[in-house]
């Protein structure tokens, strides 16, 4: 069974849980507070700090396993795909990348662009905290 990440918007706190159903698309309840409709599946380009972020870290999410990440269009889709399942919002700077992945322009020369931009791939709220456990969704 696969482990996801899920980030609740109201405790800004990473809880880690047992997926037992991997393609069902609910979100679970946060274990703190019991809310459900703010958790937010995490995907590590966006949770982790690294500076290294880049759009084919994006490729690394397991749900992407097996994708051909040499293939920037299959890799663009599938990230739009992934957002939209997890109703994320990517932001104008992250779909504008994508249309050009998908329109064949060379994914570095995008990302150099994004980083010009001053967009961060770790922006966002202050880093959630990580609760200890796993849980079962
Ligand atoms: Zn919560």
Redo the contacts with the bound molecule.
Sequence with gaps: MPIYEYL?R??N?IFQFLVRNPSGSTAPV?P????GD?MEKVMSTFSVKSGSSSIEDMADDPSLAGLDTEDPKAMASAIRRMADEMGEDLGPEVNEALSRLEAGEDPEKIERDLEESGFDMSSGSSSPSRAPGLYEA
């Design positions: 609740c109201r405790c706190t946060c703190e507070c019991g809310e703010r």
